[in-house]
């Protein structure tokens, strides 16, 4: 957390994305002035803007995609 604090408090942007947070580090974001988007991570009970793709879903499409034939992708 120290080093993220450290590189948030030296950067100068409007906004941040987070991917795959842990809760820790979803909750500091949300406590900062610069409004955050959590991509991924342990969303549930931080208040904090973000989306939980449906990963299992994801994972089996680009698998069966890459097994599919070259023709049919």
């Given amino acids: 957390m120290k ?7 030296s950067s100068e942007v409007d906004a941040w994305v987070v991917y795959a947070g842990s809760r820790e580090v979803l909750r500091w974001f949300a406590a900062q002035p610069e409004p955050a988007f959590a991509l991924a991570g342990r969303l549930e ?5 973000g989306t939980n793709p449906n990963m299992p879903a994801a994972h089996a499409e680009s698998a069966r995609r ?8």
């Fill in 3 to 9: 080093r993220i604090a450290r590189l948030v408090r």
């Fill in 45 to 49: 009970g931080v208040s904090i803007a």
């Fill in 66 to 73: 890459l097994a599919a034939p070259p023709q049919s992708r």
